[in-house]
């Protein structure tokens, strides 16, 4: 997993009642992109540094972009 400043980290809920989390990538501890990163969590509005795990995927600002020029 590779992420930049501005990506947007999803981690999907691993039990029914846990709810998807989205944050952005605020900083990276690594100059290759390789976690862990620091994220701010748009629900709580607060940062964490976070070590995904397979349940997080990262969408950059480019597939964000694209997704909005197909609406």
């Known amino acids: 997993m590779k992420a930049a400043v501005g990506d947007r980290l999803i981690v999907e809920g691993t039990y029914n009642h846990e709810p998807r989390r ?3 990538v605020t900083e990276l501890r690594h100059p ?3 976690p862990p990163y620091v994220v701010r969590w748009m629900d709580a ?3 964490t540094l976070v070590f995904p795990g397979p349940d ?3 969408v950059t600002k480019q597939e964000r972009e694209a997704d909005l020029a197909a609406l």
């Open 22 to 24: 989205i944050g952005v």
């Open 32 to 34: 290759d992109g390789s």
């Open 56 to 58: 997080a995927r990262v």
């Open 45 to 47: 509005e607060h940062e």
